[in-house]
């Protein structure tokens, strides 16, 4: 990979971290941990919940030695491996380029949290239409969720060209 595509890689990056931890210090500064705020008639809500599984709490029963190694170490070995291919890869979209970007920035925003507060992320908003709610997410669940999105449409752009010779 040359330096501006790293340089890219790396920004998008950072930034994804950045805007994920000024997001959570935020949310824990300024709201009281018992508050919800709520705006849009409801359709989007802000409280802070501290998680201890995955992506809106996915795996928050395991037994927590099992939690440690899945989201302990297995993500940051995950990400490693991630950035070793990108730094081997030699055919690389931009777009490819800012999607594991966002992933591996969400998923090192989540994993630092973790470290840094006895195996919890911290999540905030939630987003609901009448009856119909999501889980409670934070900014870095949304990088990485953005980024698979790039991804699979990507793939599926690609897919269609290549069926198509």
């Known amino acids: 990979m040359n330096r501006a595509r790293a340089l890219f890689f790396t920004s998008v990056l950072v930034a994804c971290v950045g805007c994920d931890h000024a997001s959570?210090?935020?949310?824990?500064?300024?709201?009281?941990?018992?508050?919800?705020?709520?705006?849009?008639s409801g359709a989007l809500r802000f409280e802070v919940v501290y998680n201890e599984g995955a992506f809106l709490g996915l795996g928050v029963n395991l037994p927590a030695?099992?939690?440690?190694v899945m989201l302990g170490a297995?993500?940051?070995?995950g990400l490693f491996l991630?950035?070793?291919w990108l730094l081997r890869a030699t055919t690389v979209t931009t777009a490819q380029l800012a999607a594991l970007g966002l992933i591996v920035g969400g998923g090192l925003?989540?994993?630092i949290d973790r470290v840094f507060h006895d195996g919890r992320v911290t999540d905030f908003?939630?987003?609901?239409?009448g009856p119909l709610r999501?889980?409670?997410f934070n900014f870095a669940d949304v990088a990485v969720l953005a980024g698979m999105l790039v991804l699979l449409v990507g793939s599926r752009s690609t897919g269609s060209r290549v069926s198509r010779r």
Do not use: C, E, F, H
């Not at 030695?65 to 440690?68: D, E, S």
């Open 134 to 136: 999501t889980g409670i």
């Open 24 to 40: 959570k210090y935020a949310a824990t500064v300024l709201m009281d941990p018992t508050q919800t705020i709520s705006l849009a």
């Open 109 to 111: 925003g989540n994993w």
């Open 82 to 84: 991630v950035v070793a």
């Open 74 to 77: 297995a993500v940051p070995l």
């Open 65 to 68: 030695a099992l939690r440690l």
């Open 125 to 129: 908003v939630s987003l609901g239409l």
